[in-house]
């Protein structure tokens, strides 16, 4: 058996090592569903060794996340027990906070949503009003559930504007908000429930929960969510694209007209302030094509798979954006020789995508999908 003792040095981190493998094991559980999947299929995918994932499903096995899903005929020998993942074993909470709205779902381990809640918020009414607002709904939710006072090995989810800083928690200059720059939200809102929190911007918790759930999970889309505002979420080479900063994605603050009116970012021509402008005075088909145009210039710079549009405003009028944006970008990648296609398309989700998104901010970790990495290149590692 390998040993993988580091030389350099003091040693290996046995602890996450044990995770790491048992977080390849949970995710092809997961993917398996009711029918479930056998030990040796587990170690074939995994390169783990029959002992190493027999210790592993029995580890699971015993805390509640695995159980046995019957027997399989075999090519050979006696049958084969299947195992599948106990969904009810574990839950998460997304909570999306938008400027004027927050919504709430709770999910079990296979993002399914079980419980959902939604309320009137006004992020203009400060941090310690809306921190207490999501907190309440957040145990309203829990509370309707039965579940006691955790979501069982999870916790709480939130994504909502940026920029923000995801490793730390704290928001930055939240546009048109500029009262909420530095405030540390993940640590306010853990101090509140007693419970792990995750913060990310909105966009980003979408294109995770995109990813996660099929949508080019192993190539490269740009997720456009136009609701209050105008922002982008990136999966390039089936991984979440944060940035050094949590910067990558502030799609709506590109300047399209220099002599453009005045953005809330304090620049002029953004395409945020141009596409709402034109929504605001009921034009949707200007609004489309400004969209389209900005979608263009990120098609031409990062030569994505494929756009998929999101939020409240394309929700509204779903067929419209997928025409207006589509055959902008259509013509853009016509003009740069470019001899794929790039499909538009609308998000799966709908209404509670970005809620399902934060969700998965704290379940993806369990099953090792933290940053949506391709299925084909997770490998196990045999422990001595």
């Known amino acids: 058996m390998k040993s993988y003792v580091n030389r350099a040095n003091s040693g290996v981190n046995l602890p996450a090592l044990r995770g790491h493998n048992a977080a390849l094991v949970l995710d092809l559980l997961r993917a398996a569903g009711e029918e479930g999947i056998s030990r040796l299929e587990l170690a074939e995918r995994t390169g783990l060794t029959p002992q190493a994932v027999s210790k592993i499903t029995a580890r699971l096995r015993a805390e509640g996340l695995a159980a046995e ?45 079980v419980a959902e809640r939604r309320a009137p918020l006004d992020f203009g009414a400060g941090a310690e009003a809306v921190v207490e607002a999501a907190a309440g709904e957040v145990r309203g939710l829990l509370a309707g559930r039965g579940e006691g006072a955790a979501p069982g090995p999870g916790g709480v989810g939130v994504a909502l504007p940026g920029p923000l800083d995801h490793a730390e928690g704290v928001l930055r200059r939240v546009t048109g908000f500029p009262e909420w720059d530095g405030f540390p939200l993940r640590d306010a809102l853990a101090g509140r429930l007693g419970l792990p929190v995750v913060v990310d911007k909105d966009t980003n918790a979408a294109a995770l929960g995109l990813a996660l759930a099929g949508d080019d999970a192993s190539g490269s889309f740009a997720y456009l969510h136009l609701g209050t505002g105008l922002g982008a979420g990136l999966v390039l080479g089936g991984a979440l694209h944060r940035g050094a900063r949590t910067g990558a994605g502030e799609f709506g603050h ?11 970012c304090g620049d002029r021509g953004c395409v945020e ?112």
């Open 69 to 113: 899903a019957g027997r399989r005929a075999s090519t050979g020998g006696k049958p084969r027990t299947v195992l599948r993942l106990v969904p009810e074993a574990g839950h998460a909470v997304g909570l999306h906070l938008d400027r004027d709205e927050l919504r709430a779902v709770l999910v079990d381990l296979t993002g399914t949503v």
């Open 254 to 264: 590109q300047v399209l007209r220099l002599d453009g009116p005045l953005c809330e």
């Open 273 to 384: 302030a141009l596409c709402l402008a034109a929504v605001a005075r009921g034009d949707l088909d200007e609004a489309a094509r400004v969209l389209g145009t900005a979608a263009g210039n990120l098609v031409g710079l990062l030569d994505v798979d494929r756009v998929l549009l999101g939020g409240r405003t394309v929700f509204a009028a779903p067929e419209l954006f997928v025409r207006g944006v589509g055959a902008v970008v259509a013509e853009r990648v016509r003009r740069g020789g470019g001899g794929a296609e790039v499909p538009v398309a609308l998000a799966s989700g709908g209404a509670r995508g970005v809620a399902e998104g934060a969700a998965q901010l704290v379940l993806a970790p369990l099953f090792g999908r933290a940053d949506a990495a391709p299925p084909a290149n997770r490998t196990g590692r045999d422990l001595d």
